[in-house]
């Protein structure tokens, strides 16, 4: 016995259909092309992310900024040099939005006055000082976890490919970015961290940064990021804020050739010594 089966509603592969078919051609839906990345172009971000306070380096980061929900590597050839130049934009408006910084085990006793200067209250600021490479890991590992803090900065120079896969993964639930200070050796070996930056210092007191790591295309050349230490921009005279400027007039002086065609000599004249 056979019955006749009538639906009343359309099925839902054909209201799928329906709705695909009023997209133009080669359109995605919204949501899918949000999703979407293409290799050769620069991703855009779908967490949320902190501006560097660098116009020149948001641009060249997915989302125009640094990651939230992710780990960022910031590798130097010396520890405690310049990363604090490099993340201070970013951590003064964590800091104005009330929230905490922390930092795990750094190289260098922080400089609390100069940090101060630099827009760092000590009163927003966490040092949580641990010396062997394990407890440092472990630190690091349970802060992100707990999701506690606005930022956080933490220094592993011996950290392994599956340690930092690990708080990649922990990362994913942590609201506030997270910085580990790797040293400039780093970069050759792989790395589960969705962004890496190399970071150097330039002429004229600039930072040089280039980005290692992105999601998007190869970063091509360097940034340069001109960046006073904090204390100097009051008192320095701005001839000595361009200190290259006076190196290289001074080795033009000394090129000058002189009456015979030979390079002028700039040895001191020889001091007369009164007789007695």
Do not use: Y
């Amino acid at each position: 016995m056979f019955a006749d089966l009538d639906w009343q509603d359309p099925a839902p592969s054909q209201t799928l259909s329906t709705a695909k078919a009023t997209l133009p051609p080669g359109e995605l839906p919204p949501e899918v092309a949000a999703a979407l990345w293409r290799g050769n172009e620069l991703g855009s971000s779908v967490t949320q992310v902190v501006s560097t306070g660098w116009a020149e380096l948001d641009k060249e980061l997915p989302g125009g900024g640094w990651p939230c929900h992710a780990i960022t590597e910031v590798l130097q050839p010396q520890p405690s040099i310049a990363e604090w130049r490099l993340l201070m934009p970013a951590l003064k408006a964590i800091v104005a939005a009330n929230k905490m910084v922390v930092i795990v085990g750094p190289a260098k006793h922080p400089h609390l006055p100069g940090l101060r200067r630099m827009g760092l209250d000590e009163r927003n600021l966490v040092w949580i000082q641990a010396d062997t490479p394990a407890q440092r890991l472990w630190v690091t590992e349970q802060l992100v976890k707990s999701n506690a803090c606005g930022a956080l900065i933490a220094w592993l120079p011996q950290a392994r490919q599956e340690q930092i896969r690990r708080l990649q993964i922990c990362s994913q639930i942590c609201d506030g970015p997270v910085f580990l200070c790797r040293p400039a050796a780093a970069q050759h070996e792989a790395s589960a961290a969705p962004l890496r930056v190399e970071l150097r210092l330039d002429l004229d007191w600039a930072l040089r940064l280039h980005v290692l790591k992105r999601r998007g295309p190869v970063h091509e050349g360097a940034l340069r990021l001109p960046s006073i230490p904090g204390g100097l921009e009051s008192i320095i005279t701005p001839r000595l804020a361009q200190p290259s400027v006076l190196i290289s007039s001074r080795q033009e002086r000394q090129a000058i050739p002189d009456v015979v065609g030979g390079t002028a000599s700039r040895q001191p004249l020889p001091r007369r010594i009164a007789a007695h």
